[in-house]
């Protein structure tokens, strides 16, 4: 009998699962998949290693602070700052048609790039930011307030108002069109004001630590094994049925297997509508380059784009992709300092909106044309942004809708799952509870906090043991 | 264990919740919560590594007994007068 069982072993889960085995919990992580990471995982194709998820991680502080989500966090998982290895971005844009933002981990480029470029519009942006910076995450009557309306209020000009929901909204928005203002909130302070970092060696490093950590501190991890079904009696879980047909029993259920898919495994009767999981997918193009993209000219750490003045955040109901807006990430632009090296290759990595349903509906071969064609024609509208990169291309590889939901189970293959959010974590049953990306943390930084604070008020006061 | 043991304890404690906190200076009588940054999470730590470590149970409602290095050892002076210190 297990104290609590976690379903999946990504950020949230194995956060929440060092949280518990470390206060003397027996836990047990199921994961159906082969590896660990769910949404954020690695790999290795042709002798070069792949990320998959992981562009940058936001929230970055320097060594020895103590405020924000990154210190909050090393201090629950008892990890010490060194261990995540961050390097800290260069410096990152916002490119729209004839306007660049340009920023950076400190607040004041930003806003001295929204001075030059917006010089009507800095005094609102300043007080934006005093408001913003004030929400409190745990005001929850507020979180589904619409952000476009909020920001109107300080910004006049639209294509200022675009060009900052853009990033955020990229980074973790799973509403189509518009974005929660508690999310809005998140991201901005986590994405302009806080800052981008990334460890040298990638998701992998973080994954690995996690992954070492749980055991040390006395968890069970088991891969391959995907739940069938929750084992429910009289209004409460009590265990969990694998797809072998074996059964574990646990006093708690923790899912991060997003909501949707959670009361599915509760029974036909908790089956939801799928488009409730949310209808946001991406496609991500990777090309490996013979030299660095900075020896193109190209220094930027992300570049977000958008072709038309007006930000479509919407799934592409026409086309396969969407790729008039998009996110050009160069994890060799990090400032790794001496443990990069210099001699290496590079990576290009591009993301754009995609249509689940499209591309889980091709056949094998329409579905390898497809991905060459799109390979193609995101590249094509991304040297818009950037410069031309493609005859130093030495190797590629693409996921699509169809690969998110093969390594994550999430229904239309969505990133930022659900648009409607459960913050408090919890389910009809009382001792079934939900944390990771439909919990309402996004990002690595936010999945690992949403594991740790479903935890932290759910399963271990006292008297939950 | 007696009360400078404990407060001992509380120390070693609290660097391992917070092992960026310089905690040579920290005054007794003045609430944590006013010269270290910590937050809710953490205060809950402090609760849940006494129980780990010493098998004591604190209830909800006494949390605020825990609000300074003062009171902490007040409080548990009566409650871990009988344990040895590991």
């Not at chain 1, 799928?274 to 013979?290: I, K, Q, Y």
């Not at chain 1, 443990?339 to 290496?344: F, G, M, V």
Request: with cysteine; net charge negative.
């Amino acid at each position: 009998m297990y104290d609590t069982i976690i379903i999946g072993a990504g950020m949230s889960g194995l956060a929440a699962g060092i949280r518990l085995a470390y206060f003397d919990r027996k836990v047990c992580i199921v994961e159906r998949h082969n590896t660990v990471g769910g949404l954020n995982s690695f790999y290795r194709l042709g002798g070069r290693d792949y990320d998959v998820g992981l562009h940058a991680i936001t929230n970055f502080t320097e060594r020895g602070a103590k405020r924000g989500p990154l210190a909050r966090l090393l201090r629950q998982l008892r990890f010490r700052w060194e261990d995540f290895a961050l390097a800290p971005q260069r410096e990152s844009a916002v490119v729209f048609p004839g306007v660049t933002l340009r920023f950076g981990n400190q607040g004041a480029l930003l806003e001295s790039e929204v001075a030059r470029a917006f010089p009507r519009e800095v005094d609102g942006y300043r007080r934006l930011i005093e408001q913003l910076v004030d929400y409190d995450d745990l005001e929850t009557d507020q979180f589904t307030h619409s952000a476009r309306e909020r920001i109107e209020a300080f910004i006049g000009d639209p294509l200022l108002r675009e060009m900052l929901l853009c990033p955020l909204m990229w980074y973790g928005n799973a509403r189509e069109h518009d974005m929660d203002w508690g999310q809005f909130c998140i991201m901005f302070r986590s994405i302009f004001l806080e800052g981008l970092a990334r460890p040298h060696r990638g998701v992998r490093l973080i994954l690995k630590n996690l992954v070492r950590r749980y055991r040390e501190v006395g968890g069970e991890l088991r891969l391959r094994a995907g739940v069938a079904r929750m084992a429910v009696e009289q209004g409460r879980v009590t265990g969990v049925v694998l797809d072998s047909g074996e059964r574990l029993e646990g006093r708690h259920v923790l899912s991060s297997a997003g909501w949707v898919e959670t009361m599915r495994l509760c029974g036909p009767e908790r089956s939801l509508p799928t488009d409730r999981a949310g209808r946001l997918s991406f496609v991500e193009t990777m090309s490996v380059l013979d030299r660095r993209p900075e020896r193109i000219g190209h220094g930027r750490t992300i570049v977000f784009f958008n072709d038309s003045p007006r930000f479509h955040w919407r799934k592409p109901e026409d086309e396969l992709c969407d790729p008039r807006t998009g996110v050009i990430c160069s994890p060799d632009n990090f400032e790794y300092g001496d443990t990069a090296d210099a001699a290496a290759g590079g990576m290009i990595r591009i993301t754009t909106l995609a249509n689940y349903d499209r591309w889980s509906s091709l056949d094998d071969d329409a579905y390898r044309r497809q991905k060459m064609r799109w390979f193609d024609r995101i590249a094509e509208s991304a040297v818009r942004f950037m410069p031309d990169y493609r005859r130093h291309v030495v190797a590629t590889d693409m996921f699509t809708p169809k690969t998110i939901h093969r390594f994550t189970r999430h229904e239309n293959g969505t990133v930022y799952g659900s648009p409607t959010k459960q913050l408090d974590g919890r389910t009809h049953l009382s001792n079934l509870y939900i944390c990771g990306t439909d919990q309402g943390y996004v990002g690595i930084v936010g999945a690992i906090m949403s594991g740790i604070s479903i935890a932290n008020r759910h399963l271990l006061r006292d008297g939950s043991a | 264990m007696t009360a400078a043991e404990i407060r001992e304890e509380i120390l070693d404690i609290l660097s391992d919740i917070a092992p960026d906190e310089d905690l040579s200076g920290l005054e007794d009588g003045v609430a944590f919560r006013d010269q270290l940054e910590l937050d809710s999470m953490d205060f809950l730590d402090i609760v849940m590594e006494l129980r780990k470590r010493h098998r004591i149970q604190i209830p909800e409602e006494d949390y605020g007994a825990l609000a300074s290095m003062a009171s902490t050892v007040e409080y548990l002076t009566p409650r871990m007068k009988d344990m040895e210190r590991a």
